[in-house]
């Protein structure tokens, strides 16, 4: 692999400069990932109506992304490690606007499940690619805070995918706006295949990556996979996030927008800001959770505190009726900085296993993040639909009652409670890197 090359290194490593150029055209795919991913939640009425969904089969047609998703998370990781990320970034973006023109030319709901499946699949690469990158091109000491920008630029497309999406559409049509995003995702590949390369080593510098004598023994990636399910904290980094990330892509990822226009009266527009406003708390607090562990020297307690919060907070927006929007503001920045707890799942995966299996880690634990979208969305569109009480909408979408919404956000706490279990049988990594 070009990381390991040591004939005409220069011995400078890259200035920051050059890292973060080619480290953020993978975050611009990135950006896209996470529009896409929320898009939903502001067209649910125009999806309702189009299709003939009922809340199962729209849960059903969102969390269609994340079953593309998180089917990519394993096969990114071993790929990642074996042929660098650049041919996976131009691959994944290209893909992504093949599946967003199918969603947005779709006639028929199976086209554009289908379309969702692709632009998850696609869009899968783009985080454990992004990861991989800056293991090689920046110092050990910046992966916790590259994996906190990520996330925050990774919000501001779902930021995107709240009002100014809904203003698009309402101006453009929605299926007009997905052509034009499918357009700039193609223009994205085309940039990362000409500037982005997979380590230093490829520009003429020294790379900051670990060179494991390990990494060379010839081993296939179906056995490194098996190397590292056989490390104590990989299954349970995979179980942990999920009653994070499932509050966050459940709420603001699909549920939120029609849960705040029926029972506080909001348009789409402003409850899609007020969704937004909690992803963007998510994403900003995530950079500080990086700082806080390691000053501490610890990743498991961090991780509890958070998920002790997130859950608490979650019970005052779920059980407490009738919050003033600047309390229902205080309160979502509040859900979102404590959710933004699971960013450290990333760091804590990748200091449990050897440097050389980080891309193979780094995706099994971006599989148990998504894993709290794909099970959570569709899962409670199908508690809705049997607490529904037959009202519909004057477009003919169904509207739920609060003890509906109540019951189907209630999932989320049997996810916590497991999840604290499995946090308290992780081995603490100490911030350090295994050997």
Known sequence: MVAHREIGLRPQF????????????????????????????????????E????????????????????????????????WG????????????????????????VALANAGRLVIGAAAGVSFVAMLKLASHWMPARQFALASGVALFVGVMGATLAGA?????ADAFGWRNVMVASAAVTALVAVAIWFVTRD??????????????????????????????????????????????????LMFAGLWGVPFLVTHYGYSTAEAATLASVLLISWSASSIAWGTVSHRIGRRRMPMIAGLLMSQTLWAALVFVPGWSRPALVVLLVLLG??????????????????????GTISGIANM???????????????????????????????????DAYRAAFSLIFVWGLVSLVCLLFTKESNCRQAA
């Open 164 to 168: 100014p999406l809904r203003l698009a």
């Open 14 to 49: 890259p200035p920051a400069t050059l890292a973060w150029l080619g480290w953020s055209l993978g975050a611009a795919f990135y950006l896209i990932a996470f529009y896409q991913r929320v898009a939903p939640a502001v067209l649910t009425q125009e999806l309702q109506r």
């Open 199 to 248: 380590d230093p080593a490829d520009r003429g510098y020294k790379s900051y990556f670990p060179h494991d004598p390990g990494a060379d023994d010839g081993a296939s990636v179906w056995q490194g996979l098996r190397t590292v399910l056989g490390y104590r904290n990989t299954i349970l980094l995979y179980v942990i996030p999920g009653a994070f990330s499932g509050v966050t």
């Open 368 to 402: 148990g993040v998504m894993t709290g979208g794909m099970v959570m969305q569709p899962l409670a569109g199908w508690v809705l639909d049997r607490n529904w009480a037959g009202a519909l909408t004057p477009g003919g979408a169904r509207l739920y009652d609060l």
């Open 337 to 358: 900085m404590a959710t933004a707890g699971f960013i450290l799942t990333f760091t804590y995966a990748k200091e449990s296993v050897p440097a050389r299996f980080a």
């Open 51 to 82: 299709f003939a969904l009922t809340g199962a089969a729209l849960g059903n047609l969102s969390a269609f992304y994340f079953y593309g998703y998180v089917a990519m998370q394993i096969p990114t990781g071993l790929i990642a490690d074996q």
């Open 85 to 108: 990320p650049r041919k996976l970034l131009t691959a994944g973006a290209a893909l992504t606007a093949a599946g967003t023109l199918l969603f947005a030319l779709a006639p028929t």
